[in-house]
C-alpha cells in the first residue's frame, strides 16, 4: 500500500479528499448538510479534473465543463426518460462524456496553446448554446425536473441515505 501512494501521490489525494465525503452521510444525517456536502464533493471532482489537464499536462482547456455538463445531462436524460438506475446511467454518462471528448480531442491533436484554448472554449459554448435551446430535451433554460436521487443503501441507515 505505500508503494501504491508513494509511485501515484495522486491516487492518495483523491482517497484522502473523497473519504470525508463518502463518510459524511452517516456522520450527520441533516438533510441540507447532506446535499451542501453532496454539491462541495461534485465540485471537488471537478476541479481535480480540470487539476489533471491543466496542472499535469500543462494544456489550457478553457471548455472543460462543457464534457462535464455533457455527463450530468445524459445521466438525467437515462435516469427521466428511461428509467435507468444509477449504477448503470452513471458509467454510461460517463462513457458519452469520453466520446464527446475524444471527438473534440482527435481534430485538436495537433493544436496547442493559445489555438487549442480556442478550440476549446468554443466547444464550450457550443454546449452551452445547445442545452439552451434544445427545450425539449434538456429544458432550455430551466433544465430538468424530477431526477431521481440515488439511494445508498451500504452505509449502513435503516432509510438509506438520499444524495
Not at 509511485?7 to 492518495?12: A, G, N, R, S
Not at 472543460?64 to 445531462?73: E, H, R, T
Amino acid at each position: 500500500m505505500k508503494r501504491l501512494f508513494k509511485k501515484h501521490p495522486f491516487f492518495l489525494q483523491v482517497v484522502v479528499i473523497l473519504l470525508p465525503f463518502g463518510l459524511f452521510p452517516v456522520l450527520d444525517a441533516n438533510a441540507y448538510h447532506i446535499d451542501l456536502m453532496t454539491n462541495v464533493g461534485i465540485y471537488v471532482l471537478l476541479a481535480m479534473g480540470l487539476n489533471v489537464v491543466v496542472g499535469y499536462t500543462g494544456l489550457l482547456n478553457l471548455g472543460y465543463a462543457a464534457f462535464f455538463a455533457i455527463g450530468a445531462y445524459t445521466y438525467a436524460l437515462l435516469n427521466l426518460r428511461t428509467g435507468c438506475p444509477f449504477w448503470t446511467a452513471l458509467p454510461a454518462a460517463g462513457l458519452v462524456a469520453m466520446i464527446f471528448g475524444f471527438v473534440i480531442g482527435l481534430p485538436s491533436i495537433r493544436v496547442r496553446g493559445d489555438y487549442l484554448a480556442i478550440t476549446t472554449l468554443g466547444f464550450g459554448e457550443i454546449v452551452r448554446i445547445a442545452f439552451n435551446n434544445l427545450d425539449r430535451w434538456t429544458g432550455g433554460p430551466n433544465g430538468l425536473l424530477g431526477i431521481e436521487r440515488p439511494r445508498l443503501w451500504y452505509l449502513g441507515m435503516k432509510n438509506g441515505v438520499r444524495l
